[in-house]
């Protein structure tokens, strides 16, 4: 059988091709114009998986940032109220050593020095009640509105502590205990300075008390060492999330983004394939034999 | 021979001339008709003389040409595969249509998708965790619990309306089914006429066949050509059409998504009640296995299936009541071990629910019926129990449950988009192979211009040739009559 050609079978099979070409230029023209390789699922399923899981380690970046921002500003407080209660203690030590020269000083010497330790115990405990947004540093997990009370006395929770996810799977403990930094009741900080201030007055010897001062300031020290680690740790985390930032950011890139000179050279190309299309058409549904019949 | 039967003969070159004329200027004339095919006039020689005998001997001369028959240039074979070709087209259409609608619904991947909400949920549990003692971030919490509630909600509920569309779809198709397999009883009927008649029922073939085409596309019926002319058209191994009979065709089942959800399978389905179905009027039965759009849509509109694949809408329209409830238990499993801001331990409060859903079918699908159990900021559960009472231990807990349930989401929609994209591709296919399809039938039975304008050009010819013959006979008689016996006048 020849293979007849026909008016209808023309026009049926140049409006598919047409449209197939108007087609495939729409779908570029919108990738060029969105900047996006896809829209849809459908268009790549596996890319959209990709572009999901990406977008949620971002936000879940974005939080994390957040938490070590805020586990920052604990540590932070934490670090200001510790240097300051090392220095504390420093005078304190000093007042006492200077108390201890038992035979040069007069009651007056004796109840000045006195009375500056007290002091430096009130001075004290404003530090181990150092609040970050309304909340108690060395409370823990505890709501009282102040760690120390004014006997000295620890009002926290001891335990986990308050924690930091910094990133999957890490967290990171941003208070300090209170009662392990200070003391607490008669064994505090606090009413050690008291017992010192009580004895120069008393006229007894307080060089015993040295011992207990330099305990202390070996606690405050080692606790200020251990903030300093976890605030680096949480610096590292910080510096982490901001390489996957960049890191996220151009995988997302990578998966959706088309790549802007290819979909612009194809776009062309089709272009020129829908024209040549078109004058093709024009050309080949026009003409039949009675244009050239008289 | 008689001395007119040269003038018969080129009469009858005329009249058959002409009738080929006429023809071709019928073809012509529907060139752009859909469904029309070609017809040529056949033309045949008279013989003319009569049996020999044992008197007469054959004469050389003949009688001239008749129209034997006017033939209708279709190919029967190639119209069946365009209706076989139709069936396909039409069901992987209306299949890739219902994924198409779903994906459309899901929005993903995208910044007001499900799982972008899913993110905002879980991130305000952390920024619970991080300060309990602050209102806001509990109220910035609920508000986005509340968000999610309503976007898995949104969700459903379009596949809930997508559903309803296609059950009215497959309603009025139904109702054009019957219609057209009507047209197709009445067009046997007067093509039994008219060829018992006589006459050529060319045209009435043509537009029979147009509506068996779009009966194939609609239901998937199969043409049985008999022997009188007429047509049988057969769903499902039944008659829709025998002879000038019509079974009528009637869509049974569930009304609603929601009625689908709650039937039980070991319960008999009923008018309104088990998945939808197409069913013979006269008998009640369900009509066995059906192709077309209306085929495409009944597979649409199936129920979610455990074995098996079942109706993509019915499928994640339960995806989402799953996402639903495994959000709903997770959570508030969690939830429960916690302790709220402000709560006595020592009584402690027995409502300890962060979402409510019910799996109850009276209450619903739990897409709709997930909500926010909690209104006031302060029983969001953040803190451990024993733990002190700023304690944000559950709330770190409660959100690290998002790599779960974002996980269950994300494979959700990537099922989605490669079934969508099977599901194009196959219909894309289906539709290549109708073109094709189409495109041979219509270069075969197709008018070409060329062809007729060529058979124009013969016809007129031959016509202008037999008035030249009955003018040459003419004045052969006119020799004969006026100038014969006139010697010497």
Known sequence: MIERTTQQGMQHSSLAILQSHLRRLSTLQTQASTGKSFAKPSEDPAGTMDAMRIRADQRANAQYQRNIDNGLGWLTTIDTALSTTSSLLRRARELTVEGANTGALGSTSREALATELEATADALRDQSNATYLGRSVFAGTSDASVAFDDTGTFQGVAGDGVLRRVAEGTSVRVDSDGAAVFGTGGGSVFALLQQIAADLRAGQDVIGHLDAIDQHMDTVGKETASVGARYNRLEAASESIETQKVALASQLTGVEDVDLAETITELKLQEVAYSASLSATQRVLQPSLLDFLR | MSTFSGLNGALTS??????????????????????????????????????????????????????????????????????????????????????????????????????????????????????????????????????????????????????????????????????????????????????????????????????????????????????????????????????????????????????????????????????????????????????????????????????????????????????????????????????????????????????????????????????????????????????????????????????????????????????????????????????????????QAGVNLDEETIQLLASQRAYEGAARVITAIDQLLDTLINRTGIVGR
Not at chain 2, 149 to 161: E, F, L, N, Q, W
Not at chain 2, 210 to 220: H, I, N
Not at chain 2, 295 to 313: D, E, H, I
């Open chain 2, 14 to 443: 005329l009249l058959a001339q002409r009738r080929a004329l006429e023809i071709a200027g019928q073809n012509i004339a529907n060139v752009n008709t859909p469904g029309y095919t070609r017809q040529r006039a056949t033309l045949a020689s008279i013989d003319g003389a009569a049996v020999p005998s044992m008197f007469s001997a054959p004469t050389t001369t003949t009688g001239g040409v008749v129209v034997s028959s006017v033939d209708r240039l279709g190919d029967a074979f190639l119209e069946a595969r365009v209706r076989e070709e139709s069936v396909n087209a039409g069901y992987l259409g209306a299949v890739s249509t219902a994924w198409d609608e779903i994906e459309a619904m899901v929005d993903e991947p995208g910044e007001d998708g499900l799982s972008a909400h899913l993110s905002s949920f879980f991130a305000g549990w952390q920024d619970v965790a991080n300060s309990p003692d602050e209102t806001a971030a509990r109220a910035v919490l609920l508000e986005s619990a509340n968000a999610l509630v309503s976007r898995i909600a949104t969700a459903y509920t379009g596949i809930d309306r997508a559903w309803a569309t296609m059950r009215g779809q497959a309603d009025s198709l139904t109702g054009e089914v019957n219609a057209t397999a009507a047209t197709v009883a009445d067009l046997n009927d007067r093509i039994l006429q008219s060829t018992v008649a006589g006459g050529n029922p060319a045209t009435l073939v043509d537009e029979r066949n147009e509506q068996l085409t779009r009966l194939a596309e609609l239901v998937g019926a199969e043409a049985r050509p008999r022997s009188d002319g007429t047509v049988d058209v057969m769903v499902g191994g039944n008659a829709l059409v025998r002879g000038t009979k019509v079974n009528a065709l009637v869509v049974q089942g569930a009304p609603r998504l929601a009625d689908l959800t709650a039937w039980d399978p070991s319960t008999p389905s009923t008018a309104t009640t088990g998945p939808v179905r197409l069913v013979w009027q006269g008998t009640g039965t369900t009509v066995g296995a059906t192709g077309g759009r209306l085929g495409g849509l009944l597979t649409a509109l199936a129920p979610a299936s455990t074995s098996g694949p079942g109706g993509p809408l019915a499928t994640v329209a339960a995806t989402y009541d799953d996402l639903a409830l495994e959000l709903a238990n997770a959570v508030n499993a969690a939830h429960a071990t916690g302790r709220y801001l402000g709560e006595d331990p020592s009584s402690p409060d027995p409502d300890t629910a962060f979402f409510t859903v019910s799996t109850d079918p009276a209450d619903g699908p739990p897409s709709l019926n997930l909500a926010v159990a909690i209104t006031d900021v302060r029983k969001v559960r953040a803190a451990a129990a024993g733990a002190g009472a700023l304690d944000g231990s559950v709330a770190d807990a409660i959100s690290q449950l998002e790599d779960r349930l974002a996980s269950t989401w994300s494979q959700t929609v990537v099922n989605i988009g490669v079934q969508t994209r099977t599901a194009a591709q196959r219909a894309g296919a289906a539709q290549t192979t109708l073109d094709v399809a189409t495109g041979q039938l219509q270069s």
